[in-house]
């Protein structure tokens, strides 16, 4: 794992991280007079899921930002397998546990970068894996297919890693997302690269 260093930013007009920050904090803090928009100032935070479902769409005109992420770890490159979608992939490490379930939960852990390799989100930055269900359109479909396979995919398997290349059709399409008040973290027609580690079937309540 490569040592924590701070990736090119460019830092929203109308209002700073530290700004944001520390009004999620005194949001959180206050027992009086809550804020009631604090829940959209979380969900920014936590933009980089990734399933359509959760991730507000903003008109085509909003303008694009990116939020300051540092990278917890860069994968080598590899070459990539490009399918018939269009999606590409690498496996810089095959599993040698199940392969990953359909409609089941799992856990991963994932860095995700534009392709011009700035980090939009991680859950290394969080210090815990991500839950997610796969093949019931809860994720982009670039990321069902990357992780489930399919269409010239192969199955990933649990202790793999793979490089997972998603054009916008697999993303988030011709508008941008995870916006909130004009400003948006992920551009329209934006292609996306993710690199996925493939943790463990979740062990939990499965329904």
Known sequence: MAATSPLTVITPVSRSLQ?????????????????PNVKKHIF???VGLLAASVVAAAPLEAEATRIEYYATFAEPSCELNFVRS???????????GEVVPFG????????A??????VFDSSYKRARPLTMRLGLGKVIK???QGILGGGGVPPMQVGGKRKIHIPPHLAYGPEPAGCFSGDCNI????????DVKFVDIYKGNRK
Do not use: E, M, W
């Open 142 to 144: 670039g990321l069902d």
């Open 86 to 96: 269009g999606l590409g992939y690498c496996d810089l490490a095959v599993g040698s």
């Open 44 to 46: 920014q935070v936590g």
């Open 19 to 35: 700004t944001l920050k520390t009004s999620v904090s005194s949001s959180l803090h206050c027992t009086t007079n809550p804020i």
């Open 104 to 111: 089941q939960l799992i856990n991963v852990h994932y860095t």
């Open 113 to 118: 970068r534009f392709a011009d390799g700035i």
């Open 187 to 194: 551009p329209a027609n934006a292609t996306l690269v993710y």
